[in-house]
């Protein structure tokens, strides 16, 4: 194959993976009842979620082990879930590792709330507004208005940064900003305020609907001011997101006493919310010690970063985010040993997710322990299918251990999907130095 065989190939895959029948015209909006231009039917709302909601999840440690609270968090959204515009979609709701503040939802009905927001919400009515207000974005489908170019080009450049550092074993901090891109938001929609309006309404409208007290709107926004006054970089994300402003707490504030006044007096629900959350609640000082870490370490202060990571593990021995980012840290120090014995302990917290895996193959590609390395990596592609970058790494440890027809196998197959960046490059340029393509201009 030549050059340019290569090269329209890769133009007829690229045609094939466009979605045409998005331009079906005009649809019902759930919300409103007119008619509107979506350029997503709804199966393609749901492919679009299944495809990439798993890879976000991973980026922020994956569903908590705490069956009970996922049991509960699953039960207060399948309630406002149920009383929707959009019912019948295949709504499912989480508590993810991460430590800092947020809440977000994929466009078919994938939900999820990290641990940093949940600490600070007091009553099962906040965490109804937490959930309303994502059911609305899904409802009103701003998800799929808004996400749909941002989420299919961040899958194919989330980790480029990762495979082109991996390649000169040298710069490790950008070998953590390289893990760590997905987990920054790429794959998250962004609202204007003009959706965050709306999806407030809907919530509110659905806690009604729920026998949840709407106040409980008001209050979540509070605490949201307040997180952004007292640890602005654990909410950035979140406010990025999701716009926060006055005038939107105003009108929450201003629906409460009017539209909802008659259901004020309703119970928030504090005690079962209290009961139901005591785990992670116990773990609130590693929590938070966690969100520092992280501080710092976007800020490349990582001794610093070193030294809270450390009192979050004292707190919390076995906290799997807490072990993950103390590998990264540990990368970023260049003490790729170190790095490995975190990822380890990771691993045999949470065998189940991706996140460690990949982090323990890096480890062992800085120490040249391809075989390790390549058995990671393919573990993390099992867990976690669909990672283009997953295969480039497979197919640089296999490299590292000279199985170089294997390696070029991975390396195509990566192609097939990442066409530019470094590591495109590198691979592309692997497969003529091998002869497995032609060269010819």
Known sequence: MNRRDFLRLMVASAAGAVVTSSLAGCVKDPVTGKRTLILMSEAEEIKLDQAHSPHQFSADYGPVQDSELNAYISRVGSSLAARSHRSDMPYSFRVVNAAYINAYAFPGGSIAATRGIMVELASEAELAGLLGHEIGHVNARHTAERATRSMLAAIAVSGTAVAAQAVGYGNYAGIVQGLGQIGSGALLAHYSRENEREADSLGMKYMARAGQNPEGMVELMEILMR????????????????????????????????????????????????DHTVGIRRIRDAISNIQLGEREMSGKRFSSAENYLDAALRQAPDDYAGLVIMAKCQLARKDPEAAGRYAEKAIAVYPGEAQAHNVKGMTDLMQKKFASAYEQFSTCEKILPGNPDTGFLKGFALEGMDRKERAAREYYRYLN?????????????????????????
């Open 417 to 441: 999907s990442v066409r530019q960046g470094p590591a495109a490059k590198y691979a592309y340029q692997r497969l003529v130095e091998w002869g497995y393509i032609k060269d010819s201009r």
């Open 227 to 274: 997180s952004s006054r007292h640890r602005p970089s654990a909410i950035e994300l979140m406010f990025a997101t999701h716009p926060m402003s006055e005038e939107r707490f105003k009108t929450a504030e201003s629906m409460a006493d009017s539209h909802y006044r008659s259901m004020i007096g309703r119970p928030f629900y504090r005690e079962r919310f209290m």
